[in-house]
């Protein structure tokens, strides 16, 4: 498989993986941030889902890359959409776990508040995912996961760095789930422009076939 990988900025991605079924590298991308016209990365995305995700977005079907990319319903489909999800993301610019954990916090807090769904079952979820990331150093090349099964609302995050043992945990309040989802998903507002352009991509491309 090692020729096959697919390269995020440097950085190799194998084109599938399998948790309880294969799913594809159908994403990816990264994130970053411009500061004095010099671009820092700080991450490698890969968006892996089940081929299947294509018979939940049957009213796209015809549609270009350009016309999905702006379209925040399709994005909406893709989160609700009752299949396997898997977000892999490498460490690119090495942060406290901390920094992740509270940008992550933010925004879910934010998108939730804004649709009034934030009470303390969620405060509560945010905080242990918070606590999570504050444990833990984001070193270069460190991978944090975030699963996603498809009959449940819960997500398992895992974080692996050279050296040390894998750590998880579980999120079982399906309103921040969802929103995690729609921090790497979230078309308009999503974290990382490059990977909702390449889902659209290859998410047209498979809707034309």
Same mark, same amino acid.
């Not at 990264?30 to 991450?43: A, P, R, S, V």
């Given at each position: 498989?090692?020729?096959?990988?697919?390269?995020?900025?440097?950085?190799?991605?194998?084109?599938?993986?399998?948790?309880?079924?294969?799913?594809?590298?159908?994403?990816?991308?990264?994130?970053?941030?411009?500061?004095?016209?010099?671009?820092?990365?700080?991450? %490698? /995305?890969?968006? +892996?889902? @089940?081929? !299947?995700?294509? =018979?939940?977005?049957?009213?796209?079907?015809?549609?270009? &890359?350009?016309?999905?990319?702006?379209?925040?319903?399709?994005?909406?489909?893709?989160?609700?959409?009752?299949?396997?999800?898997?977000?892999?993301?490498?460490?690119?610019?090495?942060?406290?776990?901390?920094?992740?954990?509270?940008?992550?916090?933010?925004?879910?807090?934010?998108?939730?508040? %804004? /649709?009034?769904? +934030?009470? @303390?079952? !969620?405060?509560? =979820?945010?905080?242990?995912?918070?606590?999570?990331?504050? &444990?833990?150093?984001?070193?270069?090349?460190?991978?944090?996961?975030?699963?996603?099964?498809?009959?449940?609302?819960?997500?398992?995050?895992?974080?692996?760095?050279?050296?040390?043992?894998?750590?998880?945990?579980?999120?079982?309040?399906?309103?921040?789930?969802?929103?995690?989802?729609?921090?790497?998903?979230?078309?308009?507002?999503?974290?990382?422009?490059?990977?909702?352009?390449?889902?659209?991509?290859?998410?047209?491309?498979?809707?034309?076939?």
């Amino acid at each position: 498989m090692g020729s096959e990988m697919v390269m995020v900025d440097g950085v190799p991605f194998p084109p599938d993986v399998t948790v309880t079924k294969p799913l594809s590298l159908l994403g990816h991308g990264i994130t970053d941030i411009e500061i004095h016209f010099l671009q820092i990365k700080f991450n %490698a /995305i890969g968006i +892996y889902l @089940e081929n !299947e995700i294509v =018979a939940h977005l049957g009213n796209w079907k015809g549609k270009t &890359a350009a016309e999905i990319a702006k379209d925040d319903a399709f994005f909406e489909a893709l989160v609700s959409a009752p299949v396997e999800k898997l977000f892999r993301i490498v460490v690119i610019k090495e942060i406290k776990g901390s920094q992740y954990g509270v940008q992550l916090e933010s925004s879910v807090r934010d998108r939730l508040a %804004a /649709i009034d769904k +934030y009470e @303390e079952e !969620e405060e509560e =979820a945010l905080e242990k995912v918070a606590e999570f990331f504050q &444990a833990i150093y984001l070193k270069t090349d460190a991978v944090i996961t975030f699963h996603f099964p498809a009959t449940s609302h819960t997500a398992e995050i895992s974080f692996a760095t050279q050296g040390k043992e894998e750590v998880k945990m579980k999120v079982e309040n399906g309103n921040v789930v969802e929103m995690i989802q729609k921090w790497y998903l979230g078309g308009s507002r999503a974290v990382s422009p490059t990977t909702v352009n390449k889902l659209a991509e290859n998410l047209a491309e498979l809707l034309s076939k």
